[in-house]
């Protein structure tokens, strides 16, 4: 494993030269040097020197402060952007997430020292190469996860740290080392301290990473099951829910359907239909229509159309699992699932294919089964009027023709529209004029004594 050299961009030679030439000393640092070591191409090129902000700016004409506090200046260059930040060294982090005080250093080694995990720590420049001060190449090829120095001291300075020590390990195949679980055990309740924000961006991560297997190795930590308490206000098993995620967790898994997999893995710890079906009953039963919406915004805070989306994802699984799974669905039966979800999400037609496609696959792939036929495809329901904008008869139409407006007018036009599911030729505007006409007519009879 060598660092491939020829993948490093001529710009950040010229840069490094620049600085050089000035009088000052740069170096490749940090995630770009560890995915060369790697042969990946790294996404981003940061630098790290000994020149002081403002030395830095008045070297390069295209340039913006982007971490004052922290020494970083972003440098545009030969049409790339290129992060320069000053050698420094950090104090406590009272906030445990934010350095009290930065403090520029003149070395790399002093740099170097502060990082999170080893891997993270080399540096490299052209004249003296690879520089490696505390193992992380050696660990890179054993596949090994270790923090720089004590482990409990780096956690407790920074608890993003907890979840970026589990995406490293499933996204490199990196194996933790038994003390950075147990010191990520010692700080995972206090998880609560990060924003949601930056809990959910590593989360999505995590969730479609391609070695979801090592997150078996932070099983008991209860890093996940913080996590889950978090987002979803619910105490679960960490053993079992790592396990559970090592299985599902999928590199291709889009990403709409990360967080309701989650929210599944959570909070039905058996992944058969009856445990599920109870998980998602929990909300969809005796509640409001938009219990789980409602929960990943005030609990996970997500915005508000993802919420709207893991809910629909989630109601339409409910609704599946509330049916025999080892038969297909009918045409009607399918076109009445449909037609709840957008009436639950108040979706439109072109609103529904997503989440009917999301959701077939979270079904299929909670349950380890694919379900029969085409059981969850909108296309067969293509001639079928599935909203209310889809019924050739408006509640405009209705109330001239004397129906009475508010919850009577509402329900006549549900249930025109259940009607048509059955039999979609109605769907005329005499013909469901003349069916609304007569329920009033026998609802004006007079009764008998």
């Not at 009607?332 to 294919?353: D, I, Q």
């Amino acid at each position: 494993m060598l660092l491939d050299c020829e993948k490093i961009p001529g710009a950040v030679r010229t840069i490094i030269g620049k600085l050089d030439r000035a009088g000052y000393e740069a170096w490749l640092v940090g995630g770009c040097v560890r995915d060369l070591c790697l042969g990946l191409t790294p996404k981003d090129f940061d630098l790290a020197t000994n020149a002081r902000p403002e030395q830095i700016q008045k070297l390069f004409t295209r340039h913006f402060l982007t971490g004052a506090k922290h020494g970083t200046v972003t440098v545009l260059w030969q049409g790339m952007s290129f992060e320069i930040t000053t050698f420094r060294s950090e104090s406590a982090y009272s906030d445990a997430r934010h350095p009290d005080q930065v403090i520029f250093r003149s070395t790399i080694a002093e740099d170097l020292a502060r990082r999170d995990f080893t891997m993270n720590s080399l540096a490299w420049r052209s004249d003296r190469g690879l520089l490696d001060l505390y193992g992380g190449l050696s660990d890179l090829r054993q596949g090994v996860l270790r923090t720089v120095g004590d482990a409990q001291a780096r956690f407790g300075d920074d608890l993003l740290r907890l979840l970026r020590a589990v995406r490293f390990s499933v996204t490199y195949n990196l194996t933790p080392v038994p003390d950075l679980v147990q010191a990520a055990a010692e700080h995972a309740q206090n998880l609560g301290q990060l924003s949601r924000e930056r809990i959910i961006a590593e989360m999505i991560v995590i969730l479609g990473a391609p070695h979801a297997h090592q997150l078996k190795s932070f099983a008991g930590s209860d890093i996940m099951a913080e996590t889950a308490r978090l987002f979803f206000a619910v105490r679960t098993d960490d053993q079992v829910l790592c396990h559970n995620l090592s299985r599902l967790v999928q590199p291709d898994l889009p990403e709409a359907l990360r967080l309701p997999l989650f929210y599944l893995c959570s909070t039905a710890l058996d992944l058969q239909a009856a445990g599920l079906r109870r998980a998602l009953g929990r909300f969809f039963i005796r509640s409001s229509d938009r219990a789980v919406q409602d929960l990943f915004v005030r609990e996970a805070r997500l915005p508000r159309h993802l919420a709207r989306d893991a809910q629909a994802i989630l109601y339409l699984c409910y609704l599946r699992l509330l049916l025999p799974l080892d038969q297909p669905l009918s045409v009607v039966t399918r076109c009445r699932l449909f037609r709840l979800l957008a009436r639950h999400g108040n979706l439109k037609r072109e609103e529904l294919r997503a989440p009917i496609e999301m959701a077939a696959r979270l079904l299929q792939l909670s349950l380890g089964t694919a379900l029969p036929g085409s059981d969850l495809s909108l296309d067969a329901c293509r001639a079928v009027p599935l909203t209310l904008e889809e019924l050739a008869l408006s509640g405009r139409q209705l109330r001239l023709a004397g129906c009475p407006d508010g919850p009577v007018l509402g329900n006549v036009l549900q249930r025109l529209l259940s009607r048509t599911i059955q039999e979609p030729l109605l769907n005329q505007p005499a013909e469901l004029m003349a069916i609304a006409l007569s329920w009033r007519s026998s609802t004006d009879k007079p009764h008998k004594k």
